[in-house]
């Protein structure tokens, strides 16, 4: 279980605060909120990348705060899927199993493993130029997931999929994640997304977690009724 | 931007005519050296007379022993320093950057004499006892460290800076320390810059005359000699030298280019 309390970050005079988030083991929670409301910053901060400066985190009781992001098990896939441009997708995808130490025939079963589950095992000798959107982000999920992390950071990781690709991927997800049982932190603008994939969604706005409800909480919340509204705009426009 | 005649704009005939003036610029003294120099003078210090074939084989061997050198250890030196003034924030940390560019701005007669002041008989051979630039190798290596640092050192902090942070991020969160990172994953993305920095801190090297004169006037570099000759014998021996320093320099930027298109 993760657990978030009272953090506190200052970054060039923006300010996060987080009061209370508890995200339990297996449980896929989405961050909604108005771009440049610091979702990411938020994410940066699970993952170790930015130090809070005030409050505290616990992965499984244990207090990672003032852990580097190598000692926390905790990966991440960002919008762009980030895959190494001078590794090719096999070295991408083992690159955290080979800097644990891991054989070479363990990296080699694992990777067999997943990029079978994740339908990517013709492609292990491309480089990441030569893939589409797509399968650069079942890479990117792949590499993540392989070193099986406490948690998976996901920071709008269907944003740049046209919207035919998009349905599928979400689609996609919720069966891996169906399959494998992961925690993930996802952060979207995307209503389907969020009420397709996650279990409970937590909310920001101006720099401040206003709070987690269930999906049917989040429609009667005021937020929610934002989203509803703008489909309902939107269909009428159509 | 293709020029189509039959709607000449201002803009671009103004953007034609001053870039072709820069062109121009390097050119003219390019073609000129070859055109006034002629192949019986190249074979003269090239091939057939001892007296200068044994002047200019030197020259070319220290040039190119010192320059190694010199660029070799700018660069185990250039690429800690480059990555520290990219990835850290400390306070001074624009005041060493300045200190970093000096050499840029230094006349190069005048670096010769700082060169001198602090490693010479007055500094730190005079206090240790050791070292010796004055007229040796070493002084030649050390002069065109001076002059090239600043060139290695911001090409590899461009590099470093223009890699996107989000692969260090990644690599972190999948086990990797600093120093893992840094040699997995910077240090591989900034091949190019590094590269490149290699190149240009060589070439900076070589080309450096004015320090050398104050430093290091013997053993002979080929600028030295060619400085000599201009002195002694005049524009022909002198242009005839310069023309296969130039074709030396010409082709090693060309096959740079093929080789790594």
């Known amino acids: 279980m993760i657990e978030i309390r009272d953090i506190e970050v200052v970054i060039k005079g923006f300010k996060l605060e987080i009061d209370y988030i508890d995200i339990r083991d297996g449980e896929y929670m989405i961050v909604m909120g108005p771009s440049g409301v610091g979702k990411t910053i938020f994410l940066h901060t699970i993952a170790g990348f930015i130090r809070p400066d005030e409050g505290r985190i616990y992965i499984d009781g244990v207090d990672v705060t003032r852990l580097p992001p190598e000692e926390r098990n905790i990966s991440i896939v960002p919008e762009d899927y980030g895959l190494f441009p001078h590794m090719n997708v096999y070295e991408n995808i083992s690159y955290g199993l080979k800097i644990r130490g891991y054989s070479s025939r363990e990296i080699i079963n694992k990777v067999t493993k997943i990029s079978q589950y994740l339908e990517i095992n013709d492609l292990l000798h491309k480089m990441p130029s030569h893939l589409s959107a797509g399968e650069k982000q079942r890479v990117a999920i792949a590499r993540a997931l392989i070193i099986d992390p406490k948690i998976l950071l996901l920071d709008e990781p269907l944003k740049s999929l046209d919207p035919r690709l998009h349905i599928k991927a979400i689609s996609y997800l919720k069966n891996l994640r169906e399959k494998l049982r992961f925690t993930a932190l996802h952060v979207t603008h995307n209503i389907i997304e969020a009420f397709y994939l996650g279990d409970r969604i937590s909310y920001l706005s101006d720099g401040r977690l206003v709070g987690t409800y269930t999906l049917k909480e989040f429609i009667d919340s005021e937020y929610g009724e934002e989203y509803i509204k703008g489909i309902r705009e939107l269909s009428k426009m159509i | ?261």
């Open chain 2, 1 to 261: 931007m293709n020029l189509d005649f039959k709607k000449i704009e201002l803009f671009a005939v103004t953007i034609y005519s001053l870039s072709s003036l820069a062109l121009f610029i390097i050119l003219a003294p390019l073609i000129s050296i070859f055109l006034i120099t002629d192949l019986e003078t190249i074979d003269k210090i090239l091939i057939s007379d001892y007296r200068y074939t044994a002047q200019v084989y030197s020259a070319f061997t220290i040039t190119l022993e010192a320059s190694v050198i010199a660029t070799t250890i700018l660069l185990l030196i250039g690429i800690p320093l480059g990555y520290l003034l990219s990835k850290f924030e400390f306070r001074g940390k624009e005041a060493i950057e300045a200190i970093i560019d000096l050499p840029l701005l230094t006349p190069h007669i005048v670096a010769g004499i700082m060169i001198l002041s602090a490693f010479g008989r007055r500094g730190i051979q005079g206090i240790f006892g050791f070292g010796g630039v004055e007229d040796s190798l070493t002084g030649i290596i050390l002069v065109m460290m001076f002059v090239s640092l600043p060139i290695m050192v911001d090409t590899v902090k461009a590099g470093f800076n223009s890699i996107d942070i989000k692969y260090e991020y990644i690599a972190r969160s999948l086990g990797a320390n600093r120093f893992n990172v840094f040699k997995d994953i910077t240090l591989p993305l900034a091949k190019n810059s590094i590269l490149a920095g290699y190149i240009l801190a060589w070439a900076r090297g070589v080309s450096e005359v004015g320090a050398l004169l104050i430093v290091a006037y013997y053993p002979k570099s080929i600028n030295i000699l060619i400085y000599e000759w201009f002195m002694v014998y005049g524009l022909k021996y002198a242009a005839a030298l310069s023309v296969v320093l130039l074709s030396l320099f010409i082709l090693i930027f060309a096959s740079i280019r093929v080789l790594t298109r």
